[in-house]
């Protein structure tokens, strides 16, 4: 996988998930279809084929721009700024 700048800011050890799953989409009474937490903050929020798109959101209002999918079994990153796994 391609590192970026933006991996070398992240904390370590990455943050502790804020939630189970993605608390916009509880209050919405939406259901997600995957889940992305956030490697700066802990934040879980939706993919973009969730109706919301709540972990673009989280990226677009806080500028945290590194993520990783918050599916069992997955350990994949994505880096908002480069448009490319990290």
Do not use: K, N
């Not at 509880?26 to 259901?31: F, K, L, P, T, Y």
């Not at 997600?32 to 673009?56: E, F, I, K, N």
């Amino acid at each position: 996988m391609i590192e970026c700048t933006h991996v070398d800011a992240l904390p370590r050890p990455e943050p502790a998930p804020a939630s189970a799953t993605c608390p916009e989409c509880e209050r919405a009474g939406s259901h997600p279809v995957q889940l992305r937490m956030c490697l700066v903050c802990g934040h879980v929020g939706c993919c973009d084929s969730s109706p919301y798109r709540h972990a673009t959101g989280h990226f677009e209002e806080t500028g945290h721009a590194v993520m990783r999918s918050h599916e069992p079994g997955q350990t994949w990153r994505w880096c908002f700024v480069d448009r490319h796994l990290v």
